[in-house]
């Protein structure tokens, strides 16, 4: 069945960005929501319905679900992108950037999935699709709060696909590998070799993209793009499997270093 009406999180830029182009030009009815408005984009896209609204706000994201069931707009396809990738776990531990990764990667899509599944049921599929990463099988050491989150979401994901097979709630998430994207990563915190093998197995932005839209006219639960992408992640898993430490960049961007072994904590209140 083809996907008439989509909504789609984070289309500032990168996935959202080409999900946002691609659904416009198959003429599909289109909801775009975003932490800030980008005038840009609106002017450039009229027929598109903007909304302002922080995934990390449930009440907020709550009533945007509650105003499109009353309007009968609700999307017949919600692709949850929004996410943020931060360094948050170097030579000390980054509490708050940890937070703000797992309150938007996972809470701001599990904001959605909440009212979505106290809605009426529908006589059409409702395809709630996680836009998640092949990097939750295999974690980042700086990126703690990326890693946690994917896997997490891809755990929900995994059982909801389970629980609700039998009605009008299709879960389903989507494994992206590495793909150009302007969202943050720590390619820059690798070894020169790694950040090389991993561009190897790179996947296009439009091609995914492509992949995506088949993908969400689809019952099935979880798809790997780029495909080429999955034997690099499985080996990063079994190599960290064989050698659980290996040699880290011990650079530090932000916080204290650690104190050396045996230096005693300061004392007083």
Known sequence: ??????????????VGRALLERYVRAGARVVAVNRR??????TRFPAVRFECVDVRDSDA????????????????CFFLNAGINEV?????????????VMETNLYGVLHFVSPLTRIPVRKKPLHIIAVSSLASYVGNPYGLGY??????LSTCFDVWSKMYKETDLVFQQVMLGPVPSAIKTMDQRMSPWVAKTRQLFS???????????????????KLFTPRRAVPLYLGMKLTTGL?????????????????KTGTKPAEGG
Not at 64 to 70: D, E, G, K, T
Not at 247 to 257: E, F, I, Y
């Open 88 to 100: 948050d776990n170097d030579e000390s531990f980054d509490l708050d950037a940890y937070r703000a």
């Open 243 to 259: 050698f659980p430490v290996l040699p880290q960049d011990k650079r530090t961007l932000q916080g204290h270093a650690r104190r």
């Open 37 to 42: 408005r980008i005038p840009e984009l609106e």
């Open 61 to 76: 994201v709550r009533s945007l679900i509650n105003a499109l069931c009353l309007t009968g707009q609700l999307p017949d």
């Open 1 to 14: 069945m083809k996907t008439e009406s989509v909504l789609i999180t984070g289309t500032t830029s990168g």
């Open 203 to 221: 996947g296009d932005l439009s091609v995914a993209v492509e992949a995506m839209v088949s993908f969400a006219e689809t019952t099935e639960k």
């Open 147 to 152: 890693f946690t989150s994917k896997r997490s």
